[in-house]
């Protein structure tokens, strides 16, 4: 009997294997227990190929760096890199404590870092750029984000892929879309999104389709429009197979 997977005579779907560029998957562990990360991983870790750490108040202010660090090698040394929730480092900038932030990032064991402005101002270009090197100066990979939680209107396609284009030429790996300007596109039936998706290129934008209730629908959505090959972000680790 064959030792690959269960029923290994039937033809599957195209899929890149790991490490891949395009179809790529960024979970998000909102808590997890190490034995909780450590069962999401026997049986999800072959489509996860990012974990984001989102509970925003536990990385700050409620989890021992230890136990972080702990977590971190775990999931390190299955192939899975990690980053924080984009929230810690808004904190940062508005208290001035990012290069503070990006070295303790890197300490802590975590592979990448978000660099995002959707709950505070906006930075000026050259705050922006600065961020993102000081994260690469760190050691760490630098995932940038546009677009606001509470978006009044949505993403110009143009300015957006300006940015986005500015991001990576600093050095950043990929760059994030929010979910509620992803959502906003599709209410208002706007190509703003797929202008963006063909300005930037597919392999270097990522599109959040969590959290809330509509992430299936927004996820059957992204997939319809771009393919199955989306890169998608903010899905909770025990839905990965459920999107897969």
């Not at 960024?26 to 999800?44: C, F, K, N």
């Not at 760490?140 to 546009?146: G, I, P, R, S, Y």
């Not at 992204?222 to 025990?238: K, P, Q, S, W, Y």
Request: a negative charge; glycine letters at 10%; one cysteine or more.
């Amino acid at each position: 009997m064959s030792q690959g997977n269960a029923f290994d005579f039937l033809k599957r779907p195209p899929r890149d294997q790991k490490p891949r560029k395009r179809g790529l998957t960024v979970a998000s562990d909102r808590g997890l227990s190490l034995a909780q990360a450590q069962s999401i991983i026997e049986t999800t870790g072959d489509v996860l190929d990012h974990i984001k750490c989102p509970d925003h108040v536990g990385n700050m202010w409620r989890w021992p760096a230890e136990w972080i660090k702990k977590k971190n090698a775990y999931y390190s040394g299955v192939g899975i890199h990690t980053l924080p929730g984009g929230i810690p480092f808004e904190v940062a900038v508005v208290q001035g404590k990012v290069p503070q932030f990006m070295k303790r990032v890197a300490e802590l064991g975590f592979k990448g870092v978000e660099v995002s402005e959707d709950s505070i101002d906006q930075l000026s270009q050259g705050e922006r750029v600065a961020c993102i090197r000081c994260g690469i100066d760190n050691g760490l990979e630098v995932f940038t984000e546009l677009g606001k939680k509470n978006p009044e209107n949505p993403l110009d396609p143009v300015e957006a892929v300006e940015m986005a284009k500015r991001d990576l030429d600093a050095g950043a790996i990929l760059v994030v879309i929010e979910k509620s300007d992803v959502a906003l596109c599709i209410r208002n039936k706007s190509d703003a999104l797929h202008r963006m998706v063909e300005g930037v290129g597919k392999d270097k934008i990522i599109i959040e389709c969590g959290p809330g209730s509509d992430k299936f629908e927004i996820a059957k959505w992204l997939m319809r429009e771009f393919g199955t090959d989306v890169n998608l972000e903010n899905i909770d680790a025990e839905d990965a197979p459920i999107i897969e």
